[in-house]
């Protein structure tokens, strides 16, 4: 049993060269986008109760709410950051018929787009005092900030970042998990996850041993409740959380629980949200969150698991994303499913979702403050494009991002921690070069993802190889000649005129 999946030693290397690969690759699905000229940097989604799980469906309520979002001009060096990990978690004993957990061994499959989507949510969530709020409010979203940081760590980038969000949320626990004695099953899992996830100790977590309280929601039936005076609100999306965060911890994940969700599922392979709902209706979020769970609990090849995969790849769309709660291709559920995908090791099935996700990245014709940042749907990015330079951040785009970041990083909440990588993380490379010759004169753009090209010496048109020899001489009398034309253009001038 492992509390975190073992990373390979190249981690670090795989995710600088992906990073270098980034400078060098625009993104094809924004290669008709004119970056503008610049030399400064710019600076979903989950559980926030247990009723609001899902970041598709919260981003469809908060598409008008506009945040304005400052860009700051210092540019960010990446430095090595390496975070040392806590006392391992003191073991529970199991209980009776507890279950073997595993995380898998993830290769990794990161894209050129997670570089700028993680500066995206460093720069927000700095101006932001190191967390989100609820859309077009003043109260703490604890899912979405946590997302963020989840992002941030599978990036392996803005890591410094990552550990002060989880800071915040450490400091505001009970903002979300609840106030004693109201707690609630979702955040406290997804809280767990995170403590995990940045190394901290999560038996001392805010003042909170999140692994005893979390296991003390579960009841006989399996199903980890709320303890609330307004009602049990928990779900599918958070009996999930709740088997992986335990898992991870390395506590007893009883069968019963696992046996709880997998009465969830659907007859067609989904799982549904709400606990016995009748219809039960397939829902492509829970189902991401659900494989996950599984894979950990029961392993890829369990029955089970392969017919929720084979549900989700038959939602899929040509484009590679899912349509989710918005009722239009969503980011946030692509992202989920992608997780999922990801936990399974399909890698064309993620491929298709990170290239899906990718094609909604703001790239270098967009403002400073957007770049890097994600759409929660096709119909969002269009909005932004046609706001041109008076665009804006909005609540969709801070709820989409985090999600997309995770998915595009390749990682799923099983596997994904702070591990080697860096501090800070790399804006968006969008400077336009510009090299000339007696001949021609070439202009190098960046695409979306501000890749730059320029001639190389040997090839640009124009161009002379050096070849030792002394050419001063030369330029001597070349200079001569053009002081005697220029004198001579001057006094034909004063004869015939200033309109010849």
């Known amino acids: ?100 957990f595993a995380t898998p061994n993830l290769a990794d499959h990161s894209v050129a787009a997670v570089s700028p989507a993680a500066d995206f949510l460093a720069r927000t969530l700095a101006t932001r005092g ?23 760590d599978g990036a392996a980038a803005g890591l410094d970042q990552a550990g002060a969000a989880v800071g915040y949320l450490k400091s505001h626990l009970a903002d979300y998990i609840g106030y004693r004695p109201e707690t609630y099953a979702g955040p406290t899992a997804k809280a767990l996850i995170a403590a995990l996830a940045q190394r901290a100790d999560p038996t001392s977590f805010g003042g909170t041993d999140l692994v005893t309280t979390l296991a003390g929601l579960e009841a006989s039936s399996g199903r980890f409740s709320d303890t609330s005076q307004y009602g049990d609100y928990s779900n599918s999306i958070g009996q999930s959380l709740a088997i992986i965060a335990l898992g991870r911890a390395g506590a007893a994940v009883s069968a019963a629980s696992v046996d709880f969700l997998l009465a969830q599922q659907c007859a067609d392979g989904g799982f549904r949200t709400d606990i016995g709902a009748d219809p039960c209706a397939s829902d492509v979020d829970t189902t991401g969150f659900a494989v996950q769970a599984l894979v950990g609990a029961k392993g890829a090849e369990d029955p089970a698991v392969v017919k929720a995969v084979t549900w989700l790849k038959g939602k899929q769309a040509a484009s590679g994303g899912f349509v989710g709660a918005v009722d239009e291709v969503s980011t946030n559920s692509t992202a989920v499913a992608a997780q999922a995908f990801a936990a399974v090791g399909d890698e064309s099935a993620l491929a298709k979702a990170q290239s899906f996700i990718a094609t909604l990245q703001y790239g270098c014709s967009f403002p400073a403050a957007l770049r890097g940042g994600i759409a929660t749907t096709p119909s969002e990015f269009a909005k932004r494009r046609a706001a041109g330079a008076t665009a804006t951040v909005t609540d969709t785009d801070l709820r989409a991002t985090p999600q997309a970041t995770l998915a595009l990083a390749g990682e799923s909440l099983l596997t994904v921690v702070a591990g080697d990588g860096h501090a800070a993380t790399e804006p968006m490379d969008c400077a336009t070069t510009t090299t000339t010759s007696s001949t021609s004169s070439t202009t190098a753009h960046a695409g979306a993802s501000g890749t730059t090209t320029t001639p190389s010496a040997s090839t640009a048109t124009g161009s002379l190889a050096y070849t030792g020899s002394e050419v001063w001489p030369i330029g001597l009398i070349a200079l001569t000649l053009v002081l005697v034309g220029a004198g001579a253009v001057v006094v034909t001038r004063r004869r015939v005129g200033a309109h010849a």
Do not use: Q, W
């Open 1 to 100: 049993m492992r509390l975190i999946s073992a990373r390979p030693v190249t981690r670090g290397a795989a995710v600088a060269l992906a990073i270098a690969a980034l400078a060098l690759t625009p993104i094809a699905a924004h290669a008709d986008e004119t970056p503008t000229t610049t030399t400064t940097s710019s600076p979903s989604s989950s559980t926030a109760s247990s009723t609001s799980s899902s970041s598709s469906s919260s981003s469809s309520s908060s598409s008008s709410s506009t945040t304005t979002d400052s860009a700051t001009s210092s540019t960010t060096t990446a430095t090595s950051s390496s975070t040392s990990a806590p006392a391992a978690p003191v073991l529970r004993a199991a209980k009776a018929k507890a279950l073997a």
């Open 130 to 152: 190191d967390h989100y709020n609820y859309p077009a409010s003043t109260y703490f979203d604890g899912g979405n900030t946590i997302d963020a940081a989840l992002g941030l």
